[in-house]
């Protein structure tokens, strides 16, 4: 069982070697027909001949370990892959791949003759259902559209009649938009007028101001001598 599950990926123990020998090397063939075993194994362009998949690790004292599947050389992790489509190992408490969906329908399509043109025929069903599914998504997205641009447009509308727009008001606008974009600059200005005629020390009204108080002050020092 310990060399079965080196064969499926385990991890290897230094202690399986033998004293007084440098590597360990364990191997095993299996015979199948099975076309996902075979579509695997193409993916990785190693070579499926008379059905026949041979296995072979090799662990090494220095620690090292090297997997091949018809004598291509793998990692670990394809070990386990394909491992996992060959072997399975039962236990208490362990998930049993009988529980599995996928691995009841590959028991299933094994056992039927002619299986491709029902395969077929099924994805091409699968397909069209899919192609419908996809229509009827698109329909609903349109009506959710033509019902977001209803909420929209009435909104719209309602905010140009309760504007109250008028005849020609179009042109008073415009007309009143050079104003408008100079705003900060007249705004400005007038701040400045208002400084020079009031705010400043130089006050141009107090100044006047000032000036009258003088001048009403002689005109009445010249009253006053003439009364005199």
Same mark, same amino acid.
């Given at each position: 069982?310990?060399?079965?599950?080196?064969?499926?990926?385990?991890?290897?123990?230094?202690?399986?070697?033998?004293?007084?020998?440098?590597?360990?090397?364990?191997?095993?063939?299996?015979?199948?027909?099975?076309?996902?075993?075979?579509?695997?194994?193409?993916?990785?362009?190693?070579?499926?001949?008379?059905?026949?998949?041979?296995?072979?690790?090799?662990?090494?004292?220095?620690?090292?370990?090297?997997?091949?599947?018809?004598?291509?050389?793998?990692?670990?992790?394809?070990?386990?892959?394909?491992?996992?489509?060959?072997?399975?190992?039962?236990?208490?408490? &362990?998930?049993?791949?009988?529980?599995?969906?996928?691995?009841?329908? @590959?028991? %299933?399509?094994? *056992?039927?003759?002619? =299986? !491709?043109?029902?395969?077929?025929?099924?994805?091409?069903?699968?397909?069209?259902?899919?192609?419908?599914?996809?229509?009827?998504?698109?329909?609903?997205?349109?009506?959710?559209?033509?019902?977001?641009?209803?909420?929209?447009?009435?909104?719209?509308?309602? &905010?140009?009649?309760?504007?109250?727009?008028?005849?020609?008001?179009? @042109?008073? %606008?415009?007309? *009143?938009?050079?104003? =408008? !974009?100079?705003?900060?600059?007249?705004?400005?200005?007038?701040?400045?007028?208002?400084?020079?005629?009031?705010?400043?020390?130089?006050?141009?009204?107090?100044?006047?101001?000032?000036?009258?108080?003088?001048?009403?002050?002689?005109?009445?020092?010249?009253?006053?001598?003439?009364?005199?």
């Amino acid at each position: 069982m310990k060399s079965i599950e080196l064969l499926t990926g385990a991890r290897a123990d230094l202690a399986l070697i033998r004293a007084g020998v440098s590597v360990c090397t364990i191997s095993a063939f299996s015979k199948t027909k099975s076309d996902k075993i075979s579509e695997f194994l193409n993916n990785f362009s190693i070579p499926f001949d008379d059905n026949i998949i041979l296995i072979r690790r090799t662990i090494e004292n220095a620690g090292k370990s090297k997997a091949f599947i018809n004598d291509s050389q793998v990692n670990i992790s394809t070990l386990v892959s394909i491992g996992q489509q060959l072997i399975d190992f039962h236990g208490q408490n &362990e998930k049993y791949s009988l529980l599995d969906l996928d691995f009841q329908l @590959e028991i %299933l399509d094994n *056992e039927v003759e002619n =299986l !491709k043109p029902l395969l077929k025929k099924s994805a091409h069903l699968y397909d069209k259902v899919k192609d419908l599914e996809s229509k009827i998504e698109s329909v609903n997205l349109s009506e959710a559209e033509r019902a977001r641009k209803i909420d929209l447009y009435s909104f719209q509308i309602k &905010e140009i009649d309760d504007a109250k727009l008028e005849v020609g008001e179009d @042109e008073k %606008l415009e007309a *009143e938009l050079p104003k =408008l !974009k100079n705003v900060e600059k007249i705004t400005s200005l007038s701040k400045e007028i208002i400084t020079i005629l009031y705010s400043s020390d130089n006050a141009v009204l107090g100044g006047i101001l000032n000036s009258s108080r003088k001048y009403k002050a002689a005109d009445e020092k010249t009253l006053l001598r003439h009364y005199h």
